[in-house]
């Protein structure tokens, strides 16, 4: 099962998209909550983390591909790993079914590994760390197609929105507004109820929902109230 290869140019522009962490599913019934949250999902996000370059550790290759077998949605993989395993990590996930990867800004070859994702047929996604400025998003922009901003520190769950958070999307928002092909802008980390108006207002398309989502008992509720959310300014 896998999306259209054109998916990322039929995601809604209209509306604030629904990109929900698998890290917040229910992981002894996973395929039930996704089941639970495929009429409502617009892209699946799943994070990997090698325990150094993030204090997590988690998902594999094999979930991946479990998870290929179950949805068509597409699967967006993050990957906060060490410079020297990033590249392996792009294949193996590559190779496992995942539609987008995304790497580090910080990660020293970011440049290199860019290239291995488009080698490999698959669209990437850049992803800044709360310290790391906007302007280090710039000399990739013609090479991805999700520019995504923690807002929150990286590979910590449970954490409240960084101030500076809301500022920093609407920098990046000045900088790919208008480009084409369009770079989907995502914010990911301190997704509240009192903190998705901010973010849409701050120019996010997309937010990487957890727990606000699968904790929801009445999902297509929630999906509303987040596809309501007007457009930025």
């Known amino acids: 099962m896998k999306p259209d290869s054109n998916w990322i140019e039929n995601l809604p522009t209209g509306r604030l998209l629904a990109e929900l962490s698998l890290w917040s599913a229910d992981l002894s019934r996973i395929a039930d909550d996704m089941a639970r949250m495929e009429n409502h999902v617009d892209v699946y996000h799943i994070d990997v983390a090698d325990g150094h370059f993030s204090p997590a550790f988690l998902f594999f290759p094999d979930l991946v591909a479990a998870v290929r077998k179950r949805s068509a949605k597409p699967l967006h993989v993050h990957l906060m790993v060490a410079d020297d395993i ?22 020293a070859n970011a440049g290199s590994c860019l290239d291995l994702i488009a080698k490999l047929g698959l669209p990437a996604g850049l992803v ?30 449970g954490q409240g929105l960084d101030a500076t958070a809301e500022a920093r999307l609407q920098q990046a928002r000045s900088i790919i507004s208008g480009r084409h092909p369009r770079i989907v802008l995502a914010a990911d980390g301190g997704i509240r109820e009192h903190t998705v108006p901010l973010l849409r207002r701050s120019g996010a398309d997309t937010i990487v929902m957890g727990s606000l989502a699968f904790n929801d008992p009445d999902v297509a509720a929630r999906m509303a109230w987040v596809h309501a959310q007007p457009l930025p300014a």
Request: charged share 20%; net charge negative.
């Open 86 to 107: 990033l590249a392996s990590q792009i294949e193996q996930f590559a190779e496992a079914g995942a539609d987008l990867i995304s790497i580090h800004a910080e990660n």
């Open 128 to 157: 800044l760390q709360l310290h790391t400025p906007v302007d280090a998003a710039k000399p990739f922009l013609d090479r991805i197609r999700f520019l995504t901003f923690l807002g929150t520190r990286i590979g910590i769950k």
